[in-house]
């Protein structure tokens, strides 16, 4: 199994503040990336980062930002929490395109349940 | 549009069963990988199958087989004699070219093995 550690795994806060949830992985991978998961949507990527301090946004990246200052963390931040973002987030890593590995399948964190009151 | 077309909320199968979950997709780049999730109720997403869109073969692991039909652009989960731990939640998932690796997800079927 993949080494990926997601925290907290859960949390409840309030409308308005910040927030940090935290992916750490052990594999060494180039890509992460941040998906939320909510029902009727399936999972939809907030941002992803293909390198140190390399990021790009998803189709859901309003309201989030994301920092990658070393190979194996990645941070997700909610400057100002609303309740539309209330959600299940799930981190995920690829070793797409290293190595000559062409599949890109994901490797998933545990999720972090994320309640915005 | 979507991309990835889910048009089974839920299916139910008897157990040793064969079934089949649906999925189709939308995509002009000649290259892309398809793939399948399992969503247990404990959560977490596991990955089961993948097919390139140059593959010749439909891919297969263990009872797992992606039934690739690319003039009608449909990517079906076949699951062979199906077994109580495999009920879950189902995503497919595409990547389109080159880009990153990043897939886009369809809805989700939930899948319910009956004894």
């Known amino acids: 199994d993949a080494g990926i550690t997601q925290s907290p795994r859960h949390k409840v806060t309030e409308t308005g503040t910040p927030v940090t949830l935290r992916c750490h992985q052990t594999e060494n991978h180039r890509y992460m990336y941040w998906y939320r998961q909510d029902p009727g949507h399936g999972l939809r990527l907030i941002h992803y980062?293909?390198?140190?301090?390399?990021?790009d946004k998803g189709e859901v990246s309003d309201g989030y930002s994301v920092s990658r200052s070393k190979t194996e963390d990645f941070l997700l931040t909610l400057e100002s929490a609303t309740s539309s973002q209330t959600s299940v987030y799930f981190c995920?890593?690829?070793?797409?395109?290293?190595?000559?590995?062409?599949?890109?399948?994901?490797?998933f964190g545990e999720g972090s349940r994320l309640t915005v009151l | 549009a979507q991309k990835i077309t889910q048009t089974q909320p839920g299916m139910f199968v008897q157990e040793k069963e064969a079934v089949t979950l649906d999925c189709t997709y939308d995509?002009?780049?000649?290259?892309?990988?398809l793939f399948w999730y399992k969503q247990p109720s404990s959560g977490e997403m596991i990955f089961l199958i993948y097919?390139?869109?140059?593959?010749?073969q439909n891919a297969t692991e263990g009872r797992y087989s992606l039934n690739f039909q690319k003039a009608r652009k449909s990517a079906n989960l076949v699951i062979s004699a199906s077994q109580l731990g495999d009920s879950a939640m189902y995503f497919c998932a595409m990547r389109e070219g080159t880009n990153a690796g990043k897939s886009t997800f369809g809805d989700g079927t939930t899948l319910t093995v009956k004894p």
């Open positions: 995920a890593i690829s070793d797409f395109g290293t190595s000559g590995r062409v599949g890109g399948e994901l490797f």
């Open positions: 995509t002009s780049d000649p290259s892309y990988g």
């Open positions: 980062s293909y390198g140190v301090k390399d990021t």
């Open positions: 097919q390139g869109s140059y593959d010749q």
